[in-house]
């Protein structure tokens, strides 16, 4: 029984996209150039033959996996997300007390998260010490560098 992965619906289509690519694409051709290693002759000493059998055995392994993922994925409804409290899928403004940055999240579960973006996993360290807490709360949260105070400014979808 595979664990429940929750996801977006974006994140959800980022996935069969990316599952539909490995398959339609990847898959063939890799397929091809066993074909052309086959092709070749000897294939108990060919290089060629056992990099495309090594490549065919991990892609074939994602896309199992990308396939367990689809088929046990929960979608998060975002009209059900509530914004008195942080839960996963809202958006956090958070203030350093330290050095008095001010930094906007949106907590998302790991399979998303992209820093770049502002979408912080729910497994990180800050998420986890933000979940829960409502605006005006004040948190400490243990970083690799250390204990940070966190003020929560806002809460919102």
Do not use: C, W
């Not at 991990?58 to 839960?87: N, P």
């Not at 906007?104 to 979408?119: F, Q, R």
């Amino acid at each position: 029984m595979s664990e429940v992965t929750y996801l977006t619906q974006d994140g959800l289509n980022k996935l069969k996209k990316e599952l539909e690519h490995l398959m339609n694409v990847e898959r063939p051709k890799i397929s091809k150039q066993i074909g052309e290693a086959i092709e070749k002759g000897d294939i108990s000493e060919n290089a060629e033959y056992d990099a495309a059998k090594d490549a065919q055995g991990m892609l074939e392994a994602k896309i199992a996996m990308l396939k367990g993922k689809v088929a046990s994925a929960r979608i998060l409804d975002e009209s059900k997300i509530d914004t008195s409290k942080v839960q996963i899928l809202n958006k956090v403004t958070i203030k350093n007390q330290k050095n008095g940055a001010t930094m906007k999240y949106t907590l998302v579960p790991e399979s998303e998260a992209n820093l770049k973006e502002g979408k912080l996993s729910v497994q990180t360290p800050i998420a986890k010490g933000l979940m829960g807490k409502k605006v005006g709360d004040m948190v400490e949260i243990q970083v690799p560098s250390g204990i940070i105070p966190f003020e929560i400014v806002d809460i919102s979808l």
